[in-house]
């Protein structure tokens, strides 16, 4: 079976300084199964944070998740389960919130583990990773 790397520009892609390109790919995809690095709330185009704002990062995090999905060949509704890291407890309510609202049109909410750690990047308050299914 093909072991097959995803790479979007719709997406920000991860660096950990300006000149160098993390050794990751932003998704592999093995059958029928999308395993998407985590993501951030970076602007696809700048690689900047789009806001101080947790709840806009959180929205921006989730939309370039997405986009790595859908360019590995999935879809919003075909995400099965999400690990979300968040910087501070006290957003754990406001994450919970954002996420339901991003999730509301999905026929299902994805399995979910959050975990309070600190990415690796100032300034992000947020970082999310999952596993989702290619639609055929």
Known sequence: MTIRAVQTR?????GFSATTAAPLSQAVVHGD??????????DPETRTIVSDDF?????????????VVEAA???????????CYLRHVEHFES????????FADNPHFPARTTV???PHRAGVLVEV????AVER
């Open 10 to 14: 719709k997406a920000p892609t991860v």
């Open 95 to 102: 994450f919970n919130a954002e996420y339901r609202r991003f």
């Open 55 to 67: 709840a806009e990062q959180v929205a921006q995090t989730l939309t370039n998740l997405v986009a």
């Open 116 to 118: 309070i750690a600190s």
């Open 33 to 42: 199964t999308i395993y998407c690095s985590g993501t951030g709330p970076l």
């Open 129 to 132: 990773e999952c596993i989702a």
């Open 73 to 83: 060949g999935g879809t919003k509704a075909s995400i099965l389960k999400c690990t």
